[in-house]
């Protein structure tokens, strides 16, 4: 059984950065596809930027140049480094996993991909 437990969210300025961590529990070994999604209320949850199987990256349009997700990372776990941010960043920001082999990946896939999904945690951004 895969577990997924966020943490990093908090409150920062407009322009400031923030790191989020989701940590693996259960079979670290594996070289899942994991991804950033975000949501706020009344809205679908969007995808923000994922890591395939092979280490390879890519983002949604609207984090692109100021979201990345590092490629050294301890086992187990995966980041988000936020940079220059924007109150529209405001959201709960989820990890998710998937068990399927993705490499060279391209875009963030649908939420309806993935498996597993933390709990969440919560990003605020003020002006």
């Known amino acids: 059984q895969v577990q997924l437990e966020e943490s990093g969210g908090g409150s920062v300025q407009a322009g400031g950065s923030l790191k989020l961590t989701c940590k693996v529990s259960?079979?670290?070994?594996?070289?899942?596809?994991m991804a950033w999604f975000r949501q706020v209320p009344g809205k679908e949850r969007e995808g923000v930027a994922v890591?395939?199987?092979?280490?390879?990256?890519a983002y949604a349009d609207s984090v692109k140049g100021r979201f990345v997700i590092p490629r050294d990372s301890p086992k187990g776990t995966v980041a988000l480094q936020m940079n220059s941010l924007k109150p529209e960043d405001t959201a709960v920001y989820y990890c998710?996993?998937?068990?399927?082999?993705?490499?060279?990946?391209?875009?963030?896939?649908?939420?309806?991909?993935?498996?597993?999904w933390g709990q969440g945690t919560q990003v605020t951004v003020f002006s």
């Open positions: 259960g079979d670290i070994n594996r070289r899942r596809c």
């Open positions: 890591i395939g199987s092979d280490g390879t990256t």
């Open positions: 998710a996993a998937d068990d399927n082999w993705v490499p060279k990946i391209t875009r963030v896939p649908a939420s309806s991909f993935f498996d597993y």
